[in-house]
T-cell receptor, first 116, second 115 residues
Framework: DQQVKQNSPSLSVQEGRISILNCDYT??????FLWYKKYPAEGPTFLIS?????DKNEDGRFTVFLNKSAKHLSLHIVPSQPGDSAVYFC???????????????FGKGTHLIIQP | NAGVTQTPKFQVLKTGQSMTLQCAQD?????MSWYRQDPGMGLRLIHY???????DQGEVPNGYNVSRSTTEDFPLRLLSAAPSQTSVYFC??????????????FGSGTQLSVL
């Protein structure tokens, strides 16, 4: 039972355009969401997060939107740059779970390819 | 700034062999964890620790042991390697015990093949 779903294994976007990566979740207890970015042969790195008390969080070119009623979040990258080519993981967590087995649940990832 | 250091980067084992994947962090983080990533899968939690002397199981703990004798080190032991343990392993740390609502710092991974 996949609680965090990233239904697009890959996404190709032209440089300078907007990239939109989507993530759906099924567990209504999730109330904190994160995006991680991963380059080949490297570990994931934290990108941006959002808690359920917000519906939008912005950090430079990256914006995450949360629609709690739809159990859906999206990551917008504007404008897309070649260095954004990577795998993006969506992750979700119940707030104050104490870590461990109740901790972060990751999606399978979306491979974003920015074409010149 | 070393961050989270994992060794080795690559390892090939025969079925039944044992080995230890090393993980060390120099950020004085209390929370450390091990994940595995399989093709087409997300990261799955193997074991975690909220501080020295304390460890617990994650989602997929079978076939692995951990210990946490110091804040800095969190080794992952494969007791008797099986082909199903072929995967990329990531160690991660966080400055807070309630690590689920805090960003994790990941090592660069260990690619393990079990023949």
């Amino acid at each position: 039972d996949q609680q965090v779903k990233q239904n697009s294994p890959s996404l190709s976007v032209q440089e300078g355009r907007i990239s939109i990566l989507n993530c759906d979740y099924t567990n209504s207890m999730f109330d904190y969401f994160l995006w991680y970015k991963k380059y080949p042969a490297e570990g994931p790195t934290f990108l941006i997060s959002i808690s359920s008390i917000k519906d939008k969080n912005e950090d430079g070119r990256f914006t995450v939107f949360l629609n709690k009623s739809a159990k859906h979040l999206s990551l917008h990258i504007v404008p897309s740059q070649p260095g954004d080519s990577a795998v993006y993981f969506c992750a979700a967590s119940p707030m104050y779970s104490g870590g461990g087995a109740d901790g972060l649940t990751f999606g399978k990832g979306t491979h974003l390819i920015i074409q010149p | 700034n070393a961050g989270v250091t994992q060794t080795p980067k690559f390892q090939v084992l025969k079925t039944g062999q044992s080995m230890t994947l090393q993980c060390a962090q120099d950020m004085n983080h209390e929370y450390m964890s091990w994940y595995r990533q399989d093709p087409g899968m997300g990261l799955r939690l193997i074991h975690y620790s909220v501080g020295a002397g304390i460890t617990d199981q994650g989602e997929v703990p079978n076939g692995y042991n951990v210990s946490r004798s110091t804040t800095e080190d969190f080794p992952l032991r494969l007791l008797s390697a099986a082909p199903s343990q072929t995967s990329v392993y990531f160690c991660a740390s966080s400055p807070q015990q309630a690590a689920t609502n805090e960003k994790l710092f990941f090592g660069s991974g260990t690619q393990l093949s079990v023949l």
